[in-house]
């Protein structure tokens, strides 16, 4: 069965129809007779939102003077070797998170703090989610309070993004503090949520915490993970993608 278009790729889509770049009321008009459209009493306030959230859509001022947007091309959703991962630990592990979730199909969402100070690849972070983050693009997001994840794999429908999976990566003296963070996304989306932990230590403190309030009751909700377990995971990805372009193999939705 089909996947239904996402609001995305029907307002990216209007886009290349209209050249690249286009304003706002452009793009609206173009919509509202689109059949493909989801037929939402307030569609047009989505197509604002949709176009201050994704990273694919630039700002810009038309040449009549309008608000507007242009289409610009994300780097490709593909992994690439670690190194460097000693430089900032954290940073390697949610680079790693980010391009997995874009692989798997994903939105991909880092926190406005580490965006600026956490690396990967000799890059900040932040050039591989495909979620805005400042201040105007965080107005569209649900829930300021999940807005602090290191990481979220997100997933659209007709109201908007909502996440699918979250992680947080923490030493043995901020465990806790991650499991809080992640319990304050709502159950009703239903999101899987990971702790990302370096070693021993921090796992045995992830199992004792689980048997404690207010943890206990939500542990079915929660995984733990090590570090390497992101690496090879990522490593993983690398290995596919490179068999996937040796065989001229093109993957479905690419």
Known sequence: MPQPITWKQLVADVLQELGGE???????????????????????????????????????????????????????????????????????????????GQFCGYETFTNSTDKTIRRFGGQPIANYATVKNDDEALSALPLPKIRTADVMWMAEDSEGLYP??????????????????????????????????????????????????????????????????????HSSGFEFQNHVGAWGIQLVGA
Do not use: C
């Open 22 to 100: 286009a304003s706002l009321k452009a793009i609206t008009a173009k919509l509202k007779n689109n059949p493909q459209r989801p037929q939402t009493a307030t569609w047009d306030a989505t197509i604002r939102r949709v176009v201050r959230q994704y990273k694919i859509f630039e700002p810009i001022k038309t040449a009549e003077g309008l608000a507007g947007y242009r289409l610009v091309e994300l780097p490709e959703a593909k992994p690439q070797q670690v190194t460097n991962v000693e430089d900032d630990p954290h940073g390697a592990q949610q680079g790693m998170l980010l391009q997995l």
């Open 164 to 233: 699918r999976y979250a992680f947080e990566i923490e030493n043995s003296t901020k465990v806790r503090s991650g499991l809080l963070r992640l319990l304050k996304i709502p159950e009703r989306f239903h999101t899987r949520l990971f702790i990302i932990g370096e070693g021993d230590e921090e796992e045995k403190l992830y199992e004792r915490y689980l048997k404690e309030s207010p943890f206990r009751q939500y542990a079915s909700r929660f995984q733990f993970f090590r570090y390497g377990d992101v690496a090879a995971f």
